[in-house]
C-alpha cells in the first residue's frame, strides 16, 4: 500500500507545537516533507556533486534560525543551533545519489541523465533512498527548531556529499567539521532498509557495517602466440590461480566465527583467442569488521599474490602489483553498544516492540562510522528505518520471490513510512540525549 500525499502540502505548520505530541507534530508536517521528497527524489545528483540538493537542506535551516555553512568538505552542509548548556549532538544525512537509471515506472521517476567524468552516460537515481534521509533531516530541523523548549544543548545537523563514494565523511572531517564547529558527544544517523517493513526501527549494537577496501591487482605475464604457450608467462593462468588462492585467506586463514569477505568482482585480460596477453587485471572488495582482520586480509591478498607469481616463474621486475584505494577505504561502523541499548530502550517505548528490531550486522559499507572512528568520546549510533510494506514483504515470501535491494533501479521505498518514523526517532533521540535542566 501506497499513501498518497499530492495536494495537501498548504496545511503544514499551522498548529503550535507545543500543544501536541511528537507524533502528531511529525503527521503535522509530512504534506510539506512529502513535497520536499518528490523533489529530491526527481532531481538526484552523483557523489561530489550535490549542489541542489545541498542549498535546499541550507535554505531550510537558515529559515529555522540555524547557523548555517555551506561548502565544508566539498558540497557539505553544517547547520549549527546552539540551545543552552548541555552536550553537543550531530544529526547526519548524506545527499548523493547513484549512477543507476530508475525503472520502478512510477510516476515522479527521476529522468536525470549526466556525463560522468569518466565519460559514460547514464540514468541518475537516489536507489540508497538518500533522499528520504535528506527529508528527514529537515523534517527532524523542523521539529528541534519547534520545540527549543524541550532540550538544552547544541545540535549540529549535517548534509554530507559522497557517501557513496566512501569519501565524503572523511572531507567534511578534513575541512574541520570538529574544529571550526562544535564538536559532538553523541552522532546520531539512520539509513532506510529494503527487505525490512516500513516503519519498522532496525538497530546493531557493536560493529554494524563492515570496513571495505577495494584493491586492484595488476598481473603482469609475458604474452605471444597461444599455440607457444612454452614461449610465454600466460597472466591468465596466474591471475586464475591467484584468484582462487585468494579464497582461502577467509576460509582457511580468519577465524569460521569471524566475519569477512574478499570478492573478485572483475578480472579482465586478452584480446583475442590465439594470444596470451601480456597483463590481467582484477578488482576486489575486500570486507571485514575490525582492523585486525583488515590487515590480515590486504597484507594477504599482497602475499599471495607474489606467491603465486613466484611460484609460476616470474622474475622479480614481473611481481604483480597490489594496489589498496586509499581514497575509497569506508571504515566498519561502530555502534556504541551502552548508547545503542539505551536508544533502542528508548525508542521502544515510544513506538512500541513490534516495531523496534535488534538486527544482525551487515557487510555492507556506509562511511557514517569516520564521525566517531577515531575518537573514542564521541557516541554514535546509525538505525535502519525500514522502507518495505508488510504486505509487499508477505506476497514475496509467498511467492519466492527477491524483493530489490539498495541500489536497485526497482527500489522504490514507502518513503512517507520511512520519512516519518524516521524523523519521529531521530528527533526524539536527540532531545533525550539534550534534557532540559
Ligand atoms: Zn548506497
Ligand atoms: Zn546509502
Known amino acids: 500500500m501506497r499513501i498518497l500525499w499530492t495536494g495537501v502540502a498548504a496545511l503544514a505548520l499551522t498548529m503550535p507545537a507545543a500543544a501536541q505530541s511528537l507524533g502528531d507534530q511529525v503527521q503535522q508536517q509530512m504534506p510539506s516533507l512529502m513535497t520536499i521528497y518528490k523533489d529530491l527524489h526527481a532531481n538526484p545528483e552523483l557523489s561530489f556533486m550535490e549542489v541542489r540538493s545541498a542549498g535546499i537542506l541550507a535554505a531550510e535551516a537558515r529559515k529555522l534560525g540555524f547557523d548555517v555553512t555551506e561548502k565544508v568538505g566539498g558540497t557539505g ?30 510516476p515522479g521517476a527521476s529522468k536525470v541523465r549526466v556525463t560522468t567524468k569518466e565519460g559514460v552516460e547514464t540514468g541518475v537515481m537516489h536507489a540508497c533512498g538518500h533522499d528520504t534521509h535528506m527529508t528527514s533531516w529537515i ?60 516503519g519498522a526501527i532496525g538497530y546493531t549494537p557493536g560493529y554494524a557495517l563492515a570496513n571495505v577496501d577495494s584493491v586492484d591487482i595488476l598481473v603482469k605475464g609475458v604474452g605471444g602466440h597461444g599455440a607457444y604457450p612454452q614461449a610465454t608467462k600466460d597472466p591468465i593462468v596466474l591471475a586464475s590461480r591467484i584468484v582462487t588462492a585468494l579464497q582461502t585467506l577467509v576460509s582457511r586463514e580468519i577465524s569460521p566465527l569471524v566475519s569477512a569477505v574478499v570478492t573478485v568482482g572483475s578480472f579482465h585480460a586478452g584480446a583475442k583467442h590465439n594470444i596470451i596477453p601480456d597483463e590481467a587485471r582484477l578488482q576486489l572488495t575486500v570486507r571485514s569488521y575490525t582492523d585486525e582482520v583488515r590487515n590480515h586480509l590486504l597484507d594477504g591478498i599482497a602475499r599471495v599474490a607474489k606467491g603465486e607469481a613466484i611460484a609460476a616463474g616470474l622474475p622479480d621486475d614481473k611481481l604483480p602489483v597490489v594496489s589498496v584505494e586509499k581514497d575509497e577505504f569506508t571504515p566498519s561502523t561502530f555502534n556504541t553498544p551502552d548508547l545503542t541499548e539505551d536508544m533502542a530502550a528508548f525508542l521502544t517505548t515510544r513506538f512500541g516492540d513490534k516495531r523496534v528490531i535488534k538486527m544482525p550486522p551487515v557487510m555492507g559499507g556506509e562511511d557514517f562510522g569516520r564521525f ?34 539498495l541500489h536497485s533501479p526497482f527500489w522504490a521505498p514507502d518513503a512517507p513510512a520511512v520519512i516519518s518514523t524516521a524523523t519521529e526517532a531521530l528527533t526524539s533521540m536527540a532531545m533525550k540525549l539534550m534534557p532540559k535542566g
Open 77 to 106: 552542509v553544517v547547520a549549527v543551533m546552539k540551545n543552552g548548556p548541555g552536550p553537543v549532538v550531530l544529526v547526519r544525512a548524506d545527499m548523493d545519489g547513484l549512477p543507476v537509471t530508475e525503472q520502478t515506472g512510477l
Open 139 to 198: 523534517g527532524t530541523a523542523r521539529l528541534m527548531a519547534a520545540n527549543k523548549d524541550k532540550w538544552s544543548g547544541t545540535l549540529v545537523m549535517i548534509g554530507q556529499p559522497a557517501e557513496e563514494r566512501g569519501a565524503g565523511a572523511r572531507m567534511m572531517l578534513e575541512d574541520g567539521l570538529y574544529t571550526r564547529f562544535p564538536k559532538p558527544q553523541y552522532a546520531l544517523a539512520f539509513h532506510d532498509a529494503a527487505q525490512f517493513p516500513a
Open 372 to 405: 566517531s572512528r577515531d575518537d573514542k568520546d564521541i557516541k554514535s549510533l546509525i538505525i535502519w528505518v525500514g522502507g518495505v510494506p508488510q504486505a509487499e514483504l508477505d506476497a514475496a515470501k509467498k511467492e519466492g520471490r527477491t524483493l530489490p535491494s
